[in-house]
């Protein structure tokens, strides 16, 4: 099993930034992916950020390439996500995510372990 445990959210105004993170603890040595989805009031999961604990190499969902960056500390088991030039679109709450799927699929489905979730609200 594996433990998420994210920090970071908060309220910012159009055009800040915040920095989420997620510390993972348990049984890390399986895991493949890392990474961040996010869900809005009356709307799907959706994939936001992954990496490869391993190797280091990230994706990106398109609304958010450019302006997010997921980065890690493998020392501190702890991935981050730091958010610029946030947009109302980006208000959700974030979940901190981590699996097994060595594939770059930001899915739902491939992810085995999800953390309880930050709030993120960002006004215009």
């Known amino acids: 099993q594996v433990q998420l445990a994210e920090s970071g959210g908060g309220s910012v105004q159009a055009g800040g930034s915040l920095r989420l993170s997620c510390a993972a603890s348990?049984?890390?040595?399986?895991?493949?992916?890392m990474g961040w989805f996010r869900q809005a009031p009356g709307k799907e999961r959706e994939g936001v950020a992954a990496?490869?604990?391993?190797?280091?190499?990230?994706r990106y969902a398109a609304s958010v390439k450019g302006r997010f960056t997921i980065s890690q500390d493998n020392t501190k088991n702890t991935v981050y996500l730091q958010m610029n030039s946030l947009k109302p679109e980006d208000t959700a709450m974030y979940y901190c995510?981590?699996?097994?799927?060595?594939?770059?699929?930001?899915?739902?489905?491939?992810?085995?372990?999800w953390g309880q979730g930050t709030q993120v609200t960002v006004s215009s």
């Open positions: 995510v981590a699996g097994r799927d060595p594939t770059w699929v930001l899915a739902p489905s491939r992810y085995d372990y």
């Open positions: 348990g049984y890390t040595s399986g895991v493949s992916r």
């Open positions: 990496i490869s604990p391993l190797y280091g190499t990230t």
